[in-house]
């Protein structure tokens, strides 16, 4: 949890930045209005009441306390139906409005409009992907500013939940149906997006971004910020990682390169080390793997064994549960996740590590 404290606060642009003693932070959605002021509503109607029996409470210890030992106790009134009415009728009075508040914000955030951006959600202990009408798929979630955005999420194992706190927005990702959550975003930015459903091991590292792209790009600033692109041009940014200025090396695509950073963003680096070492209840380890690649050697498996190759590889990826290694459990697969040149730069990336 420390580590992932010290993750947040390292990166400026994801700092919550708060505002006029506002609880959240700086809202970006069109729901913020709506959130802010049903909370601040609950919140102050709490502060009144609780200064003012409060306040009664130490007025009625000093102007009843017993003065001297000879003072008698005076009997207590046991019934005042004016009394008993108002504080009936006032608290029924302001729980009908936080009521009407809350429902017309609920029903607000559970009617999508019909012209919704759709974008998938797959979430998986511990990683998000989030999957384009293009068929890209990346592991931070990208949309565009001034569009409402519909997500259609589910989960390929246990219960999580997504949470982005700018917008306003949260809803549990279930196994074995689809959830939905809309919004639309007011300005172009990057925030964070928790998991908030606690899922395991490392459900704390459970981190990614929401990054808003303006509608259009920004002439002045640098070609391979992702802030400075507009939504289509980032969408060809994403879809193919063979034109990614990250992944070149003297003006060539490096697979390595794209490789070590899919390690990352595919969540791989959640239950797979790049050491001979295990993770606890993870994968198997890349290093003996690329030694096992680089030889030929055979894996063994729970019902024989098979050559290590670029096949077996690719296999494991999209069908990991065809082969399963010896003392190793499942692994979710990533069948129309990943398409063939990032499986292609996985494989080199894993062939690069050394003894």
């Given at each position: 949890?420390?580590?992932?404290?010290?993750?947040?606060?390292?990166?400026?642009?994801?700092?919550?930045?708060?505002?006029?003693?506002?609880?959240?932070?700086?809202?970006?959605?069109?729901?913020?209005?709506?959130?802010?002021?049903?909370?601040?509503?609950?919140?102050?109607?709490?502060?009144?009441?609780f200064v003012l029996v409060c306040g009664l409470m130490v007025y009625f210890m000093v102007v009843y306390r017993r003065r001297t030992p000879n003072d008698k106790m005076m009997?207590?009134?046991?019934?005042?139906?004016?009394?008993?009415?108002?504080?009936?009728?006032?608290?029924?009075?302001?729980?009908?409005?936080?009521?009407?508040?809350?429902?017309?914000?609920?029903?607000?955030?559970?009617?999508?409009?019909?012209?919704?951006?759709?974008?998938?959600?797959?979430?998986?202990?511990?990683?998000?992907?989030?999957?384009?009408?293009?068929?890209?798929?990346?592991?931070?979630?990208?949309?565009?500013?001034?569009?409402?955005?519909?997500?259609?999420?589910?989960?390929?194992?246990?219960?999580?939940?997504?949470?982005?706190?700018?917008?306003?927005?949260?809803?549990?990702?279930?196994?074995?149906?689809?959830?939905?959550?809309?919004?639309?975003?007011?300005?172009?930015?990057?925030?964070?997006?928790?998991?908030?459903?606690?899922?395991?091991?490392?459900?704390?590292?459970?981190?990614?971004?929401?990054?808003?792209?303006?509608?259009?790009?920004?002439?002045?600033?640098?070609?391979?910020?992702?802030?400075?692109?507009?939504?289509?041009?980032?969408?060809?940014?994403?879809?193919?990682?063979?034109?990614?200025?990250?992944?070149?090396?003297?003006?060539?695509?490096?697979?390595?390169?794209?490789?070590?950073?899919?390690?990352?963003?595919?969540?791989?680096?959640?239950?797979?080390?790049?050491?001979?070492?295990?993770i606890a209840n993870g994968g198997p380890p890349w290093l003996p793997l690329s030694h096992a690649l680089k030889t030929g050697e055979e894996i063994q498996l729970q019902d024989?064994?098979?050559?290590?190759?670029?096949?077996?590889?690719?296999?494991?990826?999209?069908?990991?549960?065809?082969?399963?290694?010896?003392?190793?459990?499942?692994?979710?697969?990533?069948?129309?996740?990943?398409?063939?040149?990032?499986?292609?730069?996985?494989?080199?990336?894993?062939?690069?590590?050394?003894?």
């Amino acid at each position: 949890m420390t580590t992932t404290l010290l993750t947040l606060l390292a990166n400026d642009e994801l700092v919550p930045k708060w505002a006029n003693w506002n609880m959240f932070p700086e809202s970006n959605s069109t729901f913020g209005p709506a959130v802010d002021g049903a909370f601040n509503f609950i919140m102050w109607v709490c502060i009144f009441f609780f200064v003012l029996v409060c306040g009664l409470m130490v007025y009625f210890m000093v102007v009843y306390r017993r003065r001297t030992p000879n003072d008698k106790m005076m009997s207590s009134p046991t019934h005042n139906t004016p009394l008993e009415i108002f504080w009936t009728v006032v608290p029924s009075f302001l729980l009908v409005i936080m009521f009407a508040r809350g429902f017309a914000g609920f029903v607000d955030m559970r009617t999508p409009p019909a012209d919704c951006y759709d974008i998938k959600v797959i979430a998986k202990k511990w990683s998000w992907t989030f999957q384009y009408p293009d068929g890209t798929s990346t592991n931070e979630l990208h949309v565009p500013v001034d569009t409402n955005v519909r997500l259609t999420m589910r989960s390929d194992d246990v219960l999580h939940s997504l949470y982005i706190p700018t917008m306003r927005v949260k809803m549990d990702v279930v196994p074995g149906r689809y959830t939905y959550l809309w919004f639309k975003a007011l300005k172009p930015g990057q925030q964070h997006l928790f998991c908030t459903e606690y899922c395991g091991r490392e459900h704390s590292m459970m981190i990614t971004k929401c990054v808003v792209h303006p509608t259009q790009p920004d002439p002045n600033g640098n070609e391979d910020a992702l802030l400075n692109m507009d939504f289509p041009q980032w969408l060809v940014y994403a879809s193919d990682i063979t034109r990614n200025k990250n992944f070149m090396t003297d003006g060539k695509f490096d697979p390595v390169k794209a490789g070590a950073e899919l390690y990352k963003t595919k969540g791989c680096s959640a239950c797979h080390s790049l050491t001979d070492q295990r993770i606890a209840n993870g994968g198997p380890p890349w290093l003996p793997l690329s030694h096992a690649l680089k030889t030929g050697e055979e894996i063994q498996l729970q019902d024989g064994s098979v050559k290590a190759d670029d096949n077996y590889v690719r296999e494991s990826i999209l069908a990991p549960n065809a082969k399963r290694r010896t003392g190793y459990g499942n692994m979710p697969s990533y069948q129309g996740q990943m398409k063939d040149p990032e499986i292609d730069a996985i494989i080199a990336f894993i062939k690069s590590l050394d003894k």
